[in-house]
């Protein structure tokens, strides 16, 4: 079963600052790799998918790069409105299971 | 309007079972395959199931197989979760999600319904 570790579990940044989450996974999903934005309250958010490729209507100050075991979600300048949590998951075992990672909660600083 | 509606969530005793619905409208129910994920309180996202667009591929995490049943009703727009033997651990919003892929390579959720709240309490 393959581990998805992100990293930090919080992260504070001011705005107009980047923010640069990490996950982690315990063995090689290639690119196979999505991020996910959950505000409080609301349903999870397609960000990104294939690692590195924006969804549609995702703003460009998000990007996503990465391939084999390590992944990074960038956003450029941060807005207020991008304070959620935060999350990877891997479909390299497709259509077997996914699995996600614990997750990031980004704060305003 | 596209868009997934769970229902049928509430408070159950513990080893009591209850049957989660999702409404799909807005798209073609019966092109998809269609997942269940839950998520504990404060806790992160985890998947549950997926079943393929006529039900001939299901799949359920390793922790759940014998006790959750997933069905389908593409006549109805509709996904069904039969979860039986409930314990305080299944407490969670149960969210609804249908895959979407891109090229054939790459697959996610890329509808999410609000969630039910499921809540195993004696």
């Known amino acids: ?109 | 309007e596209v868009q997934l509606v769970e229902s049928g969530g509430g408070l159950v005793k513990p080893g009591g079972s209850l049957r989660l619905s999702c409404a799909a409208s807005g798209f073609t129910f019966s092109s998809y395959t269609m997942t269940w994920v839950r998520q504990a309180p404060g806790k992160g996202l985890a998947w549950v199931s997926s079943m393929s667009p006529t039900g001939s591929y299901i799949y359920y995490a390793d922790s759940l197989k014998g006790r959750f049943t997933v069905s389908r009703d593409n006549a109805k727009n509709s996904l069904y979760l039969q979860m039986n033997s409930l314990s305080a651990e299944d407490t969670a919003v149960y969210y609804c999600a249908r895959e979407d892929s891109k090229a054939s390579r790459h697959w996610f959720f890329g509808l999410w319904g609000r969630g039910t709240l499921v809540t195993v309490s004696s």
């Open chain 1, 1 to 109: 079963e393959i581990v998805m570790t992100q990293s930090p579990a919080t992260l504070s940044v001011s705005p107009g600052e980047r923010a640069t989450l990490s996950c982690r996974a315990s063995q090689s999903v290639s690119s196979n790799l999505v991020w996910y934005q959950q505000k409080p309250g609301q349903a999870p958010r397609l960000l990104i998918y294939g690692a590195s490729t924006r969804a549609t209507g995702i703003p460009a100050r998000f990007s996503g790069s990465g391939s084999g075991t390590e992944f990074t979600l960038t956003i450029s300048s941060l807005q207020s409105e991008d304070i959620a949590v935060y999350y990877c998951q891997e479909y390299n075992n497709w259509p077997f299971m996914y699995t996600f990672g614990q997750g990031t909660k980004l704060e305003i600083k």
